[in-house]
């Protein structure tokens, strides 16, 4: 992977908010061999993420979008104990989007179940999830069993 940037034409309030594209800038941003300063700002969102300082200090509301997608399994029990402990210290609501039913199982204390942007249930995960709904969103016969 590549990264450089002009610093010296680059004229902007904030550096990290004009690389992602927020704020105007002017100057290079070239990131494996493609110069991001002139592509769409939905093009440079694909590829780059801005996560201000301000979204980690004092939310009221956590959104996370499948935050273990890419994490070994053991990674994903230590950030959903963090997120736990965090979310209580803190006391404040988190959202996570999860699609693995057994993390929501364990993790979650209350659960919402979706088809196509519909809502099928909600409540305690395990209640919220069973054969009748997991038949109901993916089509599939499955039974639940608790550990």
């Not at 990290?16 to 110069?35: F, H, V, Y």
């Not at 993420?49 to 499948?66: A, C, K």
């Not at 919402?112 to 089509?139: F, H, R, S």
Request: net charge neutral; aromatic share 4%; proline share 4%.
């Amino acid at each position: 992977m590549s990264f450089g940037i002009d610093v010296r034409r680059l004229r902007l309030a904030t550096l990290l908010r004009a690389l992602a594209g927020l704020n105007k800038g002017q100057g290079e941003l070239w990131l494996n061999g493609e110069e991001l300063m002139q592509q769409p700002f939905s093009s440079r969102a694909q590829r780059v993420v801005y996560l201000p300082q301000s979204l980690i200090r004092r939310p009221e509301l956590l959104l996370l979008d499948e935050p273990l997608s890419a994490l070994e399994l053991n990674y994903q029990f230590h950030v959903m104990d963090l997120v736990r402990r965090e979310t209580a210290q803190r006391n404040i609501v988190t959202v996570v989007v999860v699609h693995d039913i057994n993390i929501a199982l364990r993790h979650a204390h209350h659960a919402l179940m979706l088809k196509e942007g519909a809502l099928i249930a909600d409540g305690e995960p395990d209640k919220v999830v069973t054969p009748e709904t997991l038949a109901q969103v993916y089509g599939v016969k499955g039974r639940i069993e608790h550990c």
